[in-house]
């Protein structure tokens, strides 16, 4: 019976004595952590990624069918004779009920704080009116990015006749 209640007394102060013995030693030495320095977001800074994701948001646009979500992708107040390509959209949207576009990403530059991309764009359309062809668009087409607030906007693409 007493090597019992041995050894419950040692179950009982086992962990004790050992979180004392772990307080009366000294805190190991530890480094001030610092903040590793975090790159800068990739929004901030043209890239192909950007390119690729205003793009996608135009293709959205027009494969939606949405005018508001297809326009949102350009910069009213820093593209160059906005409100005749917005008439021009206006005008495709009404033609033509359905759009498929593919396109891809030939060459992407930056400097002073624009980008630019290169991309074959394919453009094809099907008319509301039974009489009207198809529409079948291809071109090498340059778009011209800028910042806009947090976001990268189009403020130029060229030729704008690609879009008429």
Request: charged letters at 25%; hydrophobic letters at 40%.
């Amino acid at each position: 019976m007493n090597v019992a209640r041995l050894a419950a007394v040692c179950i009982v102060l086992a962990p004790l004595l050992l979180a004392q013995e772990n307080a009366q030693q000294p805190p190991a030495q530890t480094q001030p952590r610092t903040a590793p320095e975090k790159p800068a977001p990739a929004a901030d800074n043209f890239s192909e990624a950007v390119a690729e994701r205003v793009l996608n948001d135009l293709r959205d646009g027009l494969v939606g069918q949405s005018q508001r979500r297809t326009l949102a992708v350009f910069d009213r107040a820093q593209m160059p004779d906005y409100e005749e390509f917005s008439g021009d959209m206006a005008v495709l949207f009404e033609e033509y009920e359905s759009f498929r576009v593919r396109y891809r990403i030939g060459q992407t530059t930056a400097e002073n704080g624009r980008g630019v991309a290169t991309v074959d764009f394919t453009l094809e359309a099907t008319p509301l009116s039974t009489t009207a062809p198809p529409l079948h668009r291809s071109a090498q087409l340059r778009f011209e990015f800028a910042r806009s607030g947090k976001t990268w906007k189009i403020v130029d693409v060229k030729p704008r006749s690609f879009f008429e």
